[in-house]
């Protein structure tokens, strides 16, 4: 079984990628636990936004969003040793990704938005927050992307 790492030392991350990525880790989970604390402080104030599960789930979303942009942002995402063409290769690569998750998600969210759920566990409320998802990440790693290329 591989340890993180090995898995570190494969994608060969430099020292400062790897402590910026464990900040960030850090950082997000610490927001988690605040985000959870806020809710259940929510919760018993008796302001429900979303029924158990599904709030948790968009709290881990968000801590999760959080995470993956700050590793963008802090050049936490590609090793050092990496070649510019792979670079530019990964980027269109996440921004088409991020565009097609999201368009998807949207198009599932609108056409679930006019099913009523059986259960009534607020499950509808997951696919635009999945797509706002992927909407983020993927501004975030174009916009890191234009500020890189005219940096140069």
């Keep these: ?19 910026r990525r464990y900040r960030y ?12 604390m806020f809710d259940n402080i929510l919760y018993g104030a008796g302001l429900v936004w979303a029924k158990h599960p599904v709030n948790t ?16 942002l802090g050049d936490a995402v590609v090793g050092p040793k990496t070649t510019p063409l ?7 690569a996440v921004a088409i990704f991020a565009v097609i998750a999201a368009s998807l998600a949207v198009g599932l969210a ?16 997951l696919l635009p927050v999945c797509g ?17 290329r005219n940096a140069e």
Excluded: P
């Design 1 to 19: 079984m591989k340890t993180m790492r090995t898995i570190m030392k494969k994608e060969e991350f430099d020292e400062l990628q790897q402590s």
């Design 25 to 36: 880790g850090y950082q997000s989970f610490i927001l988690l636990a605040f985000l959870l």
């Design 57 to 72: 789930f968009i709290l881990m979303l968000v801590s999760m969003v959080y995470y993956i942009s700050r590793c963008i």
């Design 86 to 92: 792979k670079g530019k290769v990964t980027a269109a």
């Design 110 to 125: 609108s056409f679930r938005l006019n099913v009523k759920s059986s259960d009534g566990g607020g499950g509808n409320l």
């Design 132 to 148: 706002a998802m992927w909407v983020v990440i993927g501004i975030v790693y174009l916009v890191k992307h234009v500020k890189d």
